[in-house]
Every structure is written in structure tokens, then in C-alpha cells.
């Protein structure tokens, strides 16, 4: 017989990490695992941008739980996951990351004295304005294993009181998905026709930017400021910036259209994982708000400039190509100009981001399973 893992995804972030252990567990004589998407994000496009060119299987379940507030959603995905909880009778879930839906299906589990298994485990910002910071904590409070990417996380969590024996350092899941998938990535021709590394404007490479945290697009005065810093180093790097439809938005809202109506500025609808994948292994350079693109560029060796006050990933710091470089918008330039002449931050690849992270985890799960609880 073989022991039922639900996997469970519900926002963009989840995808890059469920893959590579959907795929790992498929492989397995122990283990079988259902796919649960609670529909945290959810449209027609981002279907085909991520479960097909991720080659993740159709959820087996779909809560289809839509927008809402913070409490609203993981109230919601609560309610709708105790019944699959019921009918399928798990040996385990297993969350990922730090979105609502890890943390909402991680307390029904935990209540329902169902093994709870977070990967991704034990990193932090130390910044409670964050809501995914509040996400992981509790996550990996209630969590019977936790699989870490990085060996400082088991030092985070042991300050919060969480045994050695819950902790296995594993490695990075969303590594291996972007060394699964590099070979597949888009052309940056395919991207941007007529684009020709070999006259101008592409003849020094170009910066990738995104940008979404409420903290940085919903205050105008922060969203003008980068947008200004951006228009700025447009004028010596042409700037591929797909607009995530959040940012859109705020632009429109405050009028700051003007700081981005630039030639230099190519704006883009929101991308699959494969362009974005595309871009970002050809980048001479990357500015972005987001937690797993410091991930990314880390892996691929590309620079890249953070554009918050902290990281919850300070690995891609002190061993990889990233940098902090907040809000402002002399910061920001500097070191875009350092990064231009030296060519930035070689960096390392951090320890276990082999490409065989998810392989680690099933294998501890397959002996876990069939030990006496």
C-alpha cells in the first residue's frame, strides 16, 4: 500500500517548489501524492504559465477559493480543506513557502492530529509587517517536519524553540525546478522580436525588473521614487519590466504612467515561468521585490539588486549575486553603476542547491512513513 501525501499550492510562488517533488514522489514505490490547488491565485492564462510549462499534473482537488483579505482567504481555504482532509485521509500534508493557503491548510491539518510537513522551513526576514513573515512562524510552529534550504534556517528555528529532530536540511526545491527547466527556457528573441544582442539598444545586455510588495506599489511616494531610479538607469541599460497587474494598478492610480512611457522601458503583460526564466538567465542584471528571484538569479550567477529594507534569504546575500539595496533611490543607482563596471557580486552556490532537493525529501519520507509514530 502506498501512503497519500496531499501536496498543496495556491499562489504563483508555490508552483517553481511543488514540481520538483510532485515529480520526485511519482517516482516512488512508498508514496503517493495528491495535488490540491486552494485557488489563492487563479486564472486562465496563469493555467497554462504554470501547471503546463511546469509540467505539473491537473490538481486532483480544487478549492477554488478566489481573492479576498488576509483573514478572509485563509479563513476560507480552512473551511473548504476540512472536508478533503476527511475523505481523503492523508498519511501527511505538505505545504510549501509562505503564502495564505501554507499557513491555513497547516492549522487544519495541525488540529486535525494530521502530520504536517513544510518545505521550505525556518527563514526570516525578522520583519512582522511582512504577512508572510507571520505565515512562516506559525507554519513551521505547528509543523511535525520541516525541510529547510539553507543550514542558518535550523538556526532561526532553533531560537524559536524547535527541535533538531523536526529539522532535515534538504536543500533548495525551487532550484531544482529552474535546473529542470532551463533547457526549456524561452528565447529572449521569442520574448521581444527583433531583439539582436548585437546592435543597440542591446549591445550591453539589459536590466530585468519586477516589482509587486504592497510596501513598494501601494505607497506612491516609494512607487514613484523606483519608478524614477528606474527610468534613470533606463537611460544607460534598456529595462524589460513585466508589470504585475497589482503595480498596474497603483500606476494608474497615482498618474506616475509618464515615468515608465519610455522606449528604454519595455513593459510587458505578466509572464510564465519559462520567459521569465528566459530573461532572467540573460540578464545583465535584475531589480525586483520578490523572494524567489533572489533565489533564481543566485543560481543562474546573475547580479541582482533587492529593492527592499530586508531579505528573509540572507543566503543569496553573504554567498550569492544579491544585494540590498532598499527604497532609495541613491542606493539603488550606486550600486546599479558598480554593478556596471565590475560586473557585480560572482557569487557561490550555496550548499544542497544541487538540483536534488525534492530527490532528499522523498527519501526521507519514504523511511518516515513507515516508522511508528
Given amino acids: 500500500m502506498k501512503h497519500l501525501i496531499l501536496c498543496v499550492v495556491g499562489a504563483r510562488p508555490n508552483f517553481t517548489k ?26 486562465q492564462s496563469m493555467k ?24 478572509v482567504q ?20 505538505l505545504v510549501v513557502g509562505d503564502v495564505n493557503s501554507t499557513i491555513a491548510c497547516a492549522l487544519v491539518a495541525s488540529k486535525k492530529h494530521i502530520p504536517m510537513i513544510h518545505v521550505e522551513a525556518g527563514l526570516r526576514s525578522y520583519d512582522r509587517t511582512m504577512p508572510e513573515e507571520i505565515n ?20 532561526n528555528l532553533a531560537k524559536e524553540g524547535i527541535t533538531k529532530e523536526r529539522i532535515h536540511f534538504v536543500g533548495n526545491v525551487m532550484i531544482d525546478n529552474l535546473k529542470q ?32 510588495r504592497p510596501s513598494n506599489v501601494d505607497d506612491p511616494e516609494i512607487l514613484q521614487r523606483l519608478l524614477e531610479v528606474i527610468s534613470k538607469i533606463s537611460e544607460q541599460l534598456p529595462v524589460i519590466f513585466p508589470v ?17 512611457e519610455s522606449d528604454r522601458i519595455i513593459t510587458k503583460e505578466p509572464l510564465g515561468y519559462l520567459e521569465m526564466l528566459g530573461l532572467m538567465a540573460n540578464a545583465k542584471i535584475i531589480l525586483t521585490d520578490s523572494g524567489g528571484i533572489q533565489e533564481e538569479s543566485t543560481s ?28 532609495d533611490p541613491q542606493k539603488i543607482f550606486s550600486a546599479f553603476e558598480d554593478i556596471m563596471k565590475t560586473g557585480g557580486k560572482a557569487g557561490n552556490i550555496p550548499e544542497k542547491w544541487d538540483g536534488k532537493a525534492a530527490e532528499r525529501i522523498v527519501q526521507f519520507l519514504e523511511q518516515w512513513v513507515q516508522t511508528p509514530k
Fill in 18 to 43: 511543488i514540481s520538483p517533488i510532485m515529480k520526485a514522489i511519482a517516482k516512488s514505490d512508498t508514496l503517493v501524492a495528491k495535488l490540491v490547488h486552494t485557488g489563492q491565485h487563479y486564472d
Fill in 48 to 71: 497554462h504559465a504554470f501547471f503546463e510549462q511546469l509540467q505539473i499534473p491537473e490538481p486532483d482537488i480544487d478549492l477554488g477559493v478566489g481573492s479576498g483579505s488576509h483573514a
Fill in 74 to 93: 485563509t479563513a476560507e481555504i480552512m473551511k473548504r480543506f476540512e472536508p478533503v482532509l476527511d475523505q481523503e485521509k492523508p498519511a501527511a500534508v
Fill in 136 to 155: 512562516r512562524v506559525l507554519t513551521d510552529q505547528i509543523s511535525d517536519l520541516l525541510f529547510t534550504t539553507e543550514k542558518d534556517a535550523e538556526d
Fill in 181 to 212: 527547466q532551463l533547457p526549456r527556457a524561452t528565447s529572449v528573441q521569442d520574448i521581444l522580436p527583433g531583439y539582436d544582442d548585437t546592435a543597440e539598444p542591446w549591445t550591453n545586455g539589459f536590466a530585468l525588473l519586477t516589482l509587486h
Fill in 244 to 260: 504585475h497587474p497589482r503595480t498596474k494598478k497603483q500606476i494608474e492610480t497615482f498618474n506616475l504612467q509618464h515615468l515608465i
Fill in 300 to 327: 543562474l550567477g546573475v547580479p541582482c539588486l533587492t529593492l527592499r529594507e530586508n531579505t528573509e534569504r540572507p543566503i543569496t546575500v553573504t554567498e550569492g549575486t544579491n544585494t540590498i539595496v532598499g527604497t
